[in-house]
């Protein structure tokens, strides 16, 4: 699955190279595929999403970047971002460890899935963020996204 080009990582190597070692070899060995470690699903989660209201609201999300981020750089005392909206600059920054670990499923609501629950729990953040962005209601932006679930 190609990654969108909108969509940077903003504070993160892209290669571990720990004490000059050179890279790690894959622990599956050289027949297997890599595993798909849970900062590269986040990533691919906000650029489908990002490509799929883009597809959606053309004109108003045509020069909107989307970045994702670990933390927010300088965090607020009283509650934790999710996300950040630069109007000027039209750029949406997701913090992924805030997304993730502090977003809370009701009991009810779990899903028998947890990888659909997870990508519901992202798609659903970045659908708020873009709101944010464009002033208008979340389920307003795409309202059959899990329709067919």
Known sequence: MPRSRRVRVTDRSRRRDRHGRGLRSSAAGPHLPFLRTR???FDDLVAET???LRELWPDELADVAFEVAGLPAAPDA???ERWRVDRTARTVVLYRLPIERLSHVPEARR????????RVLVE???LQAVGDLLGKDPWDLSPDRWRDR
Not at 111 to 118: G, L, R, S, T
């Open 50 to 52: 990002a490509d799929h």
């Open 78 to 80: 009283s509650s934790v």
């Open 111 to 118: 899903a028998a899935d947890p990888e659909w629950q997870h």
């Open 124 to 126: 659903g953040w970045v």
């Open 39 to 41: 900062v590269e699903l």
